[in-house]
């Protein structure tokens, strides 16, 4: 029985199911009844596997095959129409091409299998800010982590309503997971997403980074609103005043921490909070007053395990203690509960490996091997954040006053410096650029260029999105949010972080704030505002924080900078004509300041 008489959705799904020819389908209405059936007949298979009910109520475990553990950027394809609009930075496909190439694979690939038909809003229901994806799937670990990360269901279908044809038409079949034939395919001029030979959740959520982020920032470039790799937090000072920011991080640099920030014990007397809203992605766009709204499309958090503890993120843990599905990490047979590297310094002796061997944790671990897959996961819905934002849920979203980008960089960027202007900032956030760290590759210390965060996830041509960006400042005008660029790994000579991080970050945010706000003391430098000495609050860590260290923090190195502006140069040499002049003015300013 179908939940829709929207014919567009009708006539889809009856196409989909001709081609993947299931042996039946089922329409996911979202209803707790339908879903714990889900979840009996996954645990009746071993598809899933029922954790300590006790200890973690509702939770369940999933391994996916050792071949497929992680997001594919090799095999992900944006296919437009023409080459040139997919942009340098995308591997493309002509569409009648890749089509000609699944089609043979999506043939037939769901006979003995059942179709799930997955209706989800990304945003909240009835949101002016949300749209509606259709997910098809043979997948139940796929229903049920939809069920998180997604308002999904029967309700989903009203903000499209029976005539509209603006849904996202998600395919996915996990075929033979065979890593030779995986791919994850988008087609933004049809709104469509197909994927395949795969299982594992950043490949085959949909509504994850492929609609929430690749289609939809093409859909943003059209209808005149932003789709970001960004958190959203609110601030709120002691006067009961919450403020809004936004921020973009390269992986590794912190972005989840910073979303669910608990500020130090001095600004906790005083009265400051944080709220988070979102921890990964923000849909933003001009609301009635002029000033730019985001809501955070998804409803739950697909958060790497391993690192996550209660030093390092007190609140993502206790996110993950009900109604989370574990993904890939080890478990603990004594008492049917999971472990991961850095939860604490205890692996279980009696323990299960990310791909199901019996092993002693400690013995494992001290021959060089992870006990939990460095990729591993938790999905958890953003209800059980302790810190959730009672905006969360607001279908208007929230104002932003700041937008922040980072990297992580030993030297050459300050710890926080605010741009000249929108302009500058779209600026900043194109240079965006990180220094690999041991996890990410061998080589350490390499740069990657990130722009914006959103090398992986751009859904069209890297400088066309710039320009979006500039567009959207010039449209925004004097009610734009204030851009600044932060940096909390910066070292010393001896490879050192000089920057607490964690919780003192709140110090950086309560500078953007009163920077916002006309209040703060900074000093004009070639590259931006950079805070004065004394205008961040360091009471409570004077020791480690010192003068000296503050200076080592606040430095910009001319001889560093002009080594960043020629590798910029070299960087924007791919976008070719397409590259907005007022970015190359920009970097032009930039050098000229340096002198």
């Not at 949300?130 to 279908?157: C, Q």
């Not at 976008?575 to 007022?582: E, S």
Request: proline share 6%; with cysteine; net charge negative.
């Amino acid at each position: 029985m179908s939940l829709t008489k929207n014919a567009n959705v009708l006539k889809w799904i009856d196409e989909m199911v001709a081609l993947t020819k299931p042996d039946k389908v089922v329409w996911i209405d979202g209803s707790k009844e339908q879903l714990d059936q889900l979840r009996k007949e996954a645990i009746s298979t071993g598809e899933m596997i029922e954790l300590n009910q006790e200890k973690l109520p509702g939770c369940l475990y999933h391994r996916t095959l050792p071949n497929d553990v992680a997001r594919v950027e090799d095999r992900t394809f944006i296919c437009t129409s023409k080459k040139e609009d997919a942009g340098p930075i995308n591997n493309w496909c002509a569409p009648d091409e890749m089509k000609a190439k699944l089609l043979p694979m999506y043939d037939g690939v769901m006979k003995g299998r059942t179709m799930y038909v997955i209706p989800y809003s990304m945003g909240p229901i009835g949101s002016p800010l949300a749209k509606v994806g259709v997910e098809v799937t043979d997948s139940i670990y796929v229903v049920l982590n939809m069920s998180i990360m997604t308002r999904m269901g029967k309700a989903a279908f009203e903000n499209l309503g029976d005539v509209s044809n603006d849904f996202v038409r998600g395919l996915h079949s996990k075929a033979d997971v065979d890593p030779e034939k995986r791919y994850i395919v988008h087609f933004p001029e049809e709104n469509t997403i197909w994927s395949i030979n795969s299982a594992y959740g950043g490949n085959v959520l949909l509504g994850k980074k492929c609609f929430a982020l690749r289609i939809a920032s093409y859909q943003g470039k059209n209808e005149g609103w932003m789709a970001e790799h960004m958190l959203i937090l609110g601030l709120k000072k002691p006067n009961g005043e919450v403020k809004y920011i936004t921020a973009a991080f390269p992986s590794a640099c912190g972005k989840t921490n910073l979303a669910m920030l608990i500020p130090p014990e001095g600004y906790k007397k005083k009265g400051y909070e944080i709220f988070t809203v979102g921890d990964d992605i923000a849909w933003m766009k001009p609301g009635k007053d002029g000033r730019l709204y985001a809501i955070n499309p998804e409803n739950g958090f697909f958060g790497v395990a391993p690192g996550t503890n209660d030093k390092s993120n007190h609140n993502a843990l206790a996110s993950a203690r009900k109604n989370t599905i574990f993904t890939n990490v080890a478990i603990n047979n004594d008492d049917n509960t999971v472990w991961w590297e850095k939860l604490d310094k205890n692996p279980p002796v009696n323990a299960t490996e990310w791909k199901g061997a019996k092993v002693n944790g400690p013995e494992y671990i001290a021959a060089g091997n992870n006990l939990a897959h460095p990729n591993s996961r938790f999905t958890a819905p953003a209800e059980n954040c302790p810190c959730i934002s009672p905006e969360f849920n607001n279908p208007e979203g929230v104002p932003i006053s700041a937008i922040i980008f980072g990297g992580r960089r030993a030297k050459t960027t300050p710890l926080v410096y605010q741009s000249f202007s929108w302009a500058h900032g779209t600026f900043i956030g194109s240079a965006v650029s990180s220094e690999t760290t041991a996890a990410a590759t061998g080589a350490v210390g390499v740069l990657r260029h990130d722009p914006m965060a959103m090398k992986p996830f751009c859904g069209y041509h890297m400088a066309d999105y710039w320009g979006h960006w500039l567009e959207m400042g010039e449209k925004l005008g004097d009610k734009a949010p204030k851009i600044f660029n932060v940096n909390w790994f910066k070292q010393d000579d001896e490879g050192n972080f000089i920057w607490p991080g964690y919780g003192d970050n709140m110090r950086v945010l309560d500078w953007i704030i009163e920077r916002c706000e006309g209040k703060a003391d900074a000093v004009e430098t070639p590259i931006g505002y950079v805070p004065t000495k004394t205008s961040i609050n360091t009471e409570g860590i004077e020791d480690e924080v010192t003068p000296k260290v503050m200076d080592e923090l606040l430095a910009v190195d001319k001889d560093l900078w002009k080594e960043e502006v020629a590798g910029l140069r070299e960087f924007y040499k791919q976008f070719g004509d397409r590259l907005p002049k007022a970015i190359s003015d920009e970097l032009n300013g930039l050098e000229k300041r340096l002198g």
